[in-house]
């Protein structure tokens, strides 16, 4: 059993900044390759933040300079600093995680935090 756990959502002025954190727990078989979606409200899921080969980054365009990935892999962790948030950027954060647990990969879903900017 594989368990991903955010925290750090909230309610922020605009311009306002959170950080959101991720934990994955269970029964990992080895490190974990995780990354950051949202949701908006009547909108599609769509990816923020991931890492690509080795400590690469890459972001959704709308959050390029303004948002932050990053991971502490002894703590099968992952954060994403979020600044200068705009009311745009409301919407349901969940970290997504490709893990191996019990010798195959899956795909593994956060319960989603709500951050909500207002104008």
């Known amino acids: 059993q594989v368990q991903l756990v955010e925290s750090g959502g909230g309610l922020v002025q605009t311009g306002g900044s959170l950080r959101l954190s991720c934990a994955a727990s269970?029964?990992?078989?080895?490190?974990?390759?995780m990354d950051w979606f949202r949701q908006a409200p009547g909108k599609e899921r769509q990816l923020v933040a991931e890492?690509?080969?080795?400590?690469?980054?890459k972001y959704l365009r709308s959050v390029q300079g303004r948002f932050t990935i990053s991971r502490d892999a002894t703590k099968n962790m992952i954060y994403l600093q979020m600044n200068n948030l705009k009311p745009e950027d409301t919407a349901v954060y969940f970290c997504?995680?490709?893990?191996?647990?019990?010798?195959?990969?899956?795909?593994?879903w956060g319960q989603g935090t709500q951050v909500t900017v207002s104008s």
């Open positions: 890492f690509r080969l080795g400590d690469e980054t």
């Open positions: 997504h995680g490709w893990i191996n647990s019990g010798g195959h990969h899956s795909h593994y």
């Open positions: 269970g029964s990992l078989a080895s490190s974990v390759d």
